[in-house]
């Protein structure tokens, strides 16, 4: 791997680390590419080529992920979890995780079960699937 390449993916990870740390603050491309020291044309197409989603998208997936398990694990109203991972409309919110998770909030509160499992095991099954990919069929 070239040192631009090793570099750029350097710059990428710097951003998209900020938004795993900061998913509830308003972050918005500008800051993400100031992050990663690129244009915000650059940032935004240089992103999607390596993680295969927008920093957008990316950060909407990182939001829903936290929201789905504060819905699985405590008994916030759906609005407070909505404010409390970075989203500013209750619309916006519920609209983007169905989009992602293919449910509202409230009917994966009440189709969600916490169950004692490995964590790997947790992470991998439950992580959402991008923006227009299809999920696999329930198997009941």
């Not at 998913?23 to 491309?29: C, G, S």
């Not at 990316?58 to 398990?69: A, D, H, T």
């Not at 916490?114 to 699937?129: A, G, I, L, Q």
Request: aromatic share 10%.
């Amino acid at each position: 791997m070239s040192r631009a390449v090793e570099e750029s993916n350097r710059r990428l990870l710097r951003a998209r680390d900020a938004m795993d740390r900061a998913y509830a603050q308003p972050l918005d491309v500008p800051a993400l590419a100031r992050i990663a020291h690129l244009s915000e044309g650059h940032f935004i197409r240089t992103f999607r080529a390596t993680f295969g989603e927008t920093p957008h998208h990316y950060l909407q997936r990182r939001r829903v992920e936290r929201s789905m398990y504060l819905l699985r694990e405590t008994r916030q109203p759906v609005t407070d979890i909505c404010f409390a991972v970075g989203f500013t409309s209750l619309g916006t919110f519920s609209r983007t995780f169905r989009d992602i998770v293919g449910q509202s909030p409230s009917q994966y509160r009440r189709t969600a079960v916490s169950v004692p499992v490995p964590t790997c095991f947790t992470r991998t099954w439950m992580r959402p699937v991008n923006f227009g990919e299809v999920r696999p069929a329930k198997v009941d």
